[in-house]
Protein backbone atom coordinates (compact mmCIF):
# COMPACT_ATOMS: atom_id res chain seq x y z
CA UNK A 1 0.00 0.00 0.00
CA UNK A 2 1.15 3.40 -0.86
CA UNK A 3 1.20 6.14 1.51
CA UNK A 4 2.81 9.45 0.50
CA UNK A 5 2.94 11.71 4.07
CA UNK A 6 3.51 16.24 4.08
CA UNK A 7 5.11 17.43 6.79
CA UNK A 8 6.76 21.18 7.70
CA UNK A 9 3.88 23.08 7.39
CA UNK A 10 3.01 25.77 9.50
CA UNK A 11 2.06 30.22 10.38
CA UNK A 12 4.90 32.04 9.08
CA UNK A 13 5.42 35.94 8.54
CA UNK A 14 5.57 37.52 5.40
CA UNK A 15 9.23 37.41 4.34
CA UNK A 16 9.62 34.17 5.84
CA UNK A 17 10.51 30.54 5.34
CA UNK A 18 9.52 26.96 5.45
CA UNK A 19 10.63 23.68 4.25
CA UNK A 20 8.14 21.31 3.58
CA UNK A 21 9.07 17.47 3.20
CA UNK A 22 7.39 14.17 2.10
CA UNK A 23 7.89 10.72 2.17
CA UNK A 24 6.24 8.13 0.09
CA UNK A 25 6.38 4.12 1.15
CA UNK A 26 4.98 1.46 -0.32
CA UNK A 27 7.05 2.21 -3.99
CA UNK A 28 10.14 2.59 -5.28
CA UNK A 29 10.61 6.46 -4.71
CA UNK A 30 13.35 6.91 -7.46
CA UNK A 31 11.22 5.36 -9.66
CA UNK A 32 8.39 8.26 -9.66
CA UNK A 33 8.74 11.97 -10.74
CA UNK A 34 7.31 14.08 -7.65
CA UNK A 35 5.25 16.95 -7.33
CA UNK A 36 4.59 19.50 -5.26
CA UNK A 37 0.60 21.42 -5.47
CA UNK A 38 -1.50 23.81 -3.66
CA UNK A 39 -4.91 24.56 -3.14
CA UNK A 40 -5.97 27.60 -1.65
CA UNK A 41 -9.19 28.46 0.14
CA UNK A 42 -11.96 28.98 -2.96
CA UNK A 43 -9.79 27.81 -5.26
CA UNK A 44 -8.26 25.25 -7.64
CA UNK A 45 -5.64 23.21 -7.10
CA UNK A 46 -2.30 24.27 -9.01
CA UNK A 47 0.66 23.21 -9.24
CA UNK A 48 3.89 24.74 -7.58
CA UNK A 49 6.98 22.64 -8.12
CA UNK A 50 7.32 19.50 -9.93
CA UNK A 51 10.73 17.27 -10.10
CA UNK A 52 12.10 14.35 -12.45
CA UNK A 53 12.95 11.03 -10.76
CA UNK A 54 17.05 11.91 -10.92
CA UNK A 55 16.58 15.29 -9.77
CA UNK A 56 18.50 16.69 -12.55
CA UNK A 57 15.14 18.20 -13.87
CA UNK A 58 12.77 20.59 -11.99
CA UNK A 59 9.49 23.11 -13.03
CA UNK A 60 8.37 25.78 -11.01
CA UNK A 61 4.79 27.82 -11.66
CA UNK A 62 5.58 31.78 -12.68
CA UNK A 63 4.71 32.70 -9.33
CA UNK A 64 7.25 30.96 -7.34
CA UNK A 65 10.26 30.74 -9.30
CA UNK A 66 13.40 32.31 -7.91
CA UNK A 67 11.87 31.90 -4.42
CA UNK A 68 11.03 28.01 -3.89
CA UNK A 69 13.36 24.96 -4.77
CA UNK A 70 12.13 21.84 -5.08
CA UNK A 71 14.59 18.85 -4.46
CA UNK A 72 14.48 15.18 -3.74
CA UNK A 73 16.96 12.63 -1.66
CA UNK A 74 16.11 9.18 -3.49
CA UNK A 75 18.65 7.55 -1.02
CA UNK A 76 16.34 8.62 1.87
CA UNK A 77 12.85 8.29 -0.47
CA UNK A 78 12.31 12.12 0.47
CA UNK A 79 11.05 15.03 -1.42
CA UNK A 80 11.63 18.90 -0.42
CA UNK A 81 10.54 22.35 -1.04
CA UNK A 82 12.43 24.75 0.39
CA UNK A 83 10.20 28.47 0.58
CA UNK A 84 11.66 31.49 0.98
CA UNK A 85 10.45 35.07 0.73
CA UNK A 86 7.00 33.91 1.42
CA UNK A 87 3.74 35.80 0.68
CA UNK A 88 0.18 35.70 1.85
CA UNK A 89 -0.79 34.84 -1.04
CA UNK A 90 1.75 31.51 -0.88
CA UNK A 91 -1.21 30.75 1.81
CA UNK A 92 -2.57 27.28 1.33
CA UNK A 93 -2.97 23.04 1.87
CA UNK A 94 0.35 21.71 -0.10
CA UNK A 95 0.44 18.38 -1.38
CA UNK A 96 2.59 16.22 -2.23
CA UNK A 97 2.07 13.30 -5.17
CA UNK A 98 4.28 10.87 -6.71
CA UNK A 99 3.75 10.23 -11.20
CA UNK A 100 4.92 7.29 -12.02
CA UNK A 101 5.93 8.89 -15.60
CA UNK A 102 7.40 12.46 -16.07
CA UNK A 103 4.79 14.91 -16.25
CA UNK A 104 3.56 18.34 -14.49
CA UNK A 105 -0.17 17.54 -15.46
CA UNK A 106 -1.34 16.92 -11.44
CA UNK A 107 -4.20 14.58 -13.25
CA UNK A 108 -1.32 12.66 -14.31
CA UNK A 109 -0.10 11.88 -10.86
CA UNK A 110 -0.93 8.69 -9.21
CA UNK A 111 -0.35 9.08 -5.21
CA UNK A 112 -1.11 11.82 -3.24
CA UNK A 113 -0.80 12.94 0.76
CA UNK A 114 -3.35 14.32 2.51
CA UNK A 115 -1.62 17.75 2.76
CA UNK A 116 0.36 20.24 5.34
CA UNK A 117 -1.25 23.45 6.07
CA UNK A 118 1.00 26.75 4.98
CA UNK A 119 0.12 30.11 6.14
CA UNK A 120 1.66 33.34 5.75
CA UNK A 121 0.72 36.26 7.34
CA UNK A 122 1.18 39.81 6.32
Known amino acids: QVQVVESGGGLVQAGGSLRLSCTASGLIFGDYAMGWFRQAPGKEREGVAC????????IYADSVRGRFTISRDNAKGTLFLQMNSLRPEDTAMYYC???????????????WGQGTQVTVSS
Open 97 to 111: AAAALWTTDQYKYNY
Open 51 to 58: INRSGGVA
